[in-house]
């Protein structure tokens, strides 16, 4: 039983060929195509409106070369909120529950946020890792800790997104099996839980939208040091 609690992470595949890619592939073929018309219907109009939203918001705190992110950051925060809503549904695959899958998306844009500050400023890049006014024995474990705490931002991003999302869906799933086995031997108890599993329900929605604004939350503010 335990084991086929986590057997909805593993990556599925049919006849030896993994899935995965059409799990990510898929979400793009469910965005509407904006037209050239100048009246659209309700569902463009409010893609539109959410994204300049959005694109304003995390744009709001960035100097004009940080401007040249905004395409690459509204377009992963949909595609994320898009995969982890998706992976809500019955029967279907959350390919962000893979660590690999999220480190391959904080690692080279962690990375790129890095390599530009080191182009642009490579003073005041450099110089975060050792705050001012800082005492002549304490700067060498300041650099290091300073150091480590730089490498392991791409770490924290991918793992705070895995994290979230494979507990609320263990959550979802326990839930979902208490009512089952319940449901028999104790109605009333079954629907109190049905009914917490449907509020879970909910709640893990809000966790998939705000654990994907976080993702690129996080590394607007990373790009935010370094332009």
């Known amino acids: 039983m335990m084991v086929s ?12 060929i993994p899935l ?51 395409l690459l950051l509204a377009s992963l925060m949909i595609f994320l909120i898009t995969i982890n809503m998706l992976g809500l549904l019955p029967y279907t695959f959350t390919p962000t529950t893979q660590l690999s899958l999220n480190m391959g998306f904080a690692m080279p844009l962690w990375l790129a946020t890095v390599i530009i500050g080191m182009r642009n400023q490579p003073t005041i890049a450099l110089g975060h890792l050792l705050p001012e006014s800082t005492p002549i024995p304490l700067i060498p474990v300041l650099i290091i800790i300073e150091t480590i705490s730089l490498l392991i931002r791409p770490l924290a991003l991918g793992v705070r997104l895995t994290a979230n999302l494979t507990a609320g869906h ?58």
């Open 170 to 227: 263990l959550l979802i799933q326990l839930f979902a099996t208490a009512v089952f086995v319940l449901l028999p031997m104790m109605p009333t108890v079954a629907i109190l839980t049905a009914t917490v599993l449907f509020l879970l329900t909910l709640l893990e929605v809000a966790v998939a939208m705000i654990q994907a604004y976080v993702f690129v939350l996080l590394l607007s503010l990373y790009l935010q040091e370094n332009v």
């Open 20 to 70: 995965i890619a059409i799990a990510i592939a898929l979400p793009w073929v469910l965005y509407p195509t904006p037209s050239s018309r100048w009246i659209n219907n309700r569902l463009i109009t409010i893609q539109g409106w959410f994204i300049n939203r959005f694109t304003n918001q995390l744009m709001l705190p960035l100097n004009i070369g940080g401007h040249k992110w905004a």
């Open 5 to 16: 609690f986590f057997d909805q992470f593993a990556s599925p595949s049919y006849l030896g």
